[in-house]
């Protein structure tokens, strides 16, 4: 589902991210510095060591954290020269998120919760859009049924289906198979592959693990705030062998 526009404007990049939180003796600089790109139509796995900062960049890329310096793009737009308003709008509908363990609203219908982001916009869902999402999620047949009965890997992906539905610029899934055992883990690199192969999507994705890595596009090696390597059409055996270059476990 390409279109010009995206292509032209690509999907999301941060130029001299540099995030510190607290002040003084407690400081910690999660971020010193990250320059980083994450093209349109691709998907990119940030991989790193437990508090590397794989969290922090997400968040401060999608606009959920302000960075202490630099800049992030998603689209052509800067978001720190916005204001409040129009970041709030562009975080809605330009920014999908997954997180693990996604919370969706138990009692509603896995429908109700894939076009969530859309009535609280106060907007319709395009209908052709919407049934691409569901169909190419495999969730077709599950959008009657109330989501506390999903199985995990369901809930991840109504999750996925509803950081979709917008039609976001972006979307940043942080460990979004962090909580489901192998098989239903791999089953949802599957369908992030696919919202990217199947719908044309931007997907960046957080993980530790160099197997969920290497289903990316391209892989951004993150150790103690900084880029440490970047590495295309990644493979696990030389995923694994630049964590343990890096000096350490993922
Ligand atoms: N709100 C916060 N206040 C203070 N320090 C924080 C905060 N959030 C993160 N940090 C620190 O920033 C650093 C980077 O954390 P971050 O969560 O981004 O790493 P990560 O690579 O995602 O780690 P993990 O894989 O364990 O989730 C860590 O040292 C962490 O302790």
């Not at 562009?90 to 996604?102: A, I, K, N, T």
């Not at 992906?157 to 950081?163: E, F, G, Q, S, Y």
Request: charged share 25%; with cysteine; net charge positive.
């Amino acid at each position: 589902m390409p279109d010009d526009r995206r292509a032209g404007e690509g999907g999301a990049r941060t130029v001299g991210l540099t995030k510190v939180y607290g002040t003084g003796d407690t400081a910690v600089r999660a971020l010193n510095g990250v320059t980083v790109e994450f093209p349109a139509e691709r998907f990119t796995a940030v991989v790193g060591p437990s508090g590397a900062g794989k969290t922090t960049l997400l968040h401060c890329a999608a606009g959920l954290d302000t960075p202490t310096s630099g800049k992030v793009y998603v689209g052509g737009t800067e978001l720190g020269a916005l204001p409040d308003r129009a970041l709030t709008r562009l975080r809605r509908e330009r920014v999908g998120l997954v997180f693990r363990s996604d919370n969706l609203v138990p009692a509603m219908t896995v429908a109700d919760n894939i076009t969530l982001p859309l009535t609280l916009a106060g907007r319709r869902p395009d209908r052709v859009w919407h049934d691409l999402v569901v169909r190419v999620l495999g969730l077709g047949n599950r959008l009657r049924h109330r989501s506390e009965r999903l199985s995990g890997g369901q809930a991840q992906r109504v999750a996925l289906a509803r950081a979709l539905v917008t039609r976001p610029r972006i979307v940043f899934a942080d460990e979004p198979a962090g909580d489901l055992d192998s098989r239903t883990g791999a089953e949802m690199l599957t369908f992030l592959r696919r919202a990217v192969d199947d719908l044309g999507q931007t997907v960046a994705m957080a993980t530790h693990d160099p197997v969920a890595a290497a289903r990316a596009d391209t892989v951004v090696f993150l150790a103690d705030g900084r880029v440490a390597d970047v590495m295309h059409r990644p493979t696990v055996a030389d995923v694994l062998d630049r964590v343990h270059d890096l000096g350490g476990r993922p």
